[in-house]
């Protein structure tokens, strides 16, 4: 069993930049695809990025391309998000997820974190 651990969330303003790091403990996270999803309120759980777990192949949400960038640290064990040229819009609890040898999209993730809030204020 992996425990995921989510950090970086706040109260952030329009134009800025966030970056949200996701610790992970129990298992080496190198045979995951890691990844973010975030919920927005009033509606369904979204993916925003992702990482294979055999190569550095990325996919990213179309919205979301061109201001996001994923990065994993296995000797860490950790993952990151970076985010830039925030809006309104980004303000929602992202979440980290995992699958065991999973694809960049993470269709069915194994492990979650318990979220970080994210409000994005202009």
């Known amino acids: 069993q992996v425990q995921l651990v989510e950090s970086g969330g706040g109260l952030l303003q329009a134009g800025g930049s966030l970056r949200l790091s996701c610790a992970a403990s129990g298992r080496p996270l190198s045979q995951y695809a890691v990844g973010w999803f975030r919920q927005a309120p009033g509606k369904e759980r979204e993916f925003v990025a992702g990482?294979?777990?055999?190569?550095?192949?990325?996919c990213y949400a179309d919205s979301l391309k061109g201001r996001i960038t994923i990065s994993r640290d296995d000797a860490k064990n950790t993952v990151a998000l970076q985010m830039n040229s925030l809006r309104l819009e980004d303000t929602a609890v992202y979440y980290c997820a995992i699958q065991l040898y999973g694809g960049c999209s993470l269709s069915e993730p194994d492990s979650w974190g318990q979220g970080t809030q994210v409000t994005v204020s202009s």
């Open positions: 990482l294979t777990w055999s190569d550095t192949r990325t």
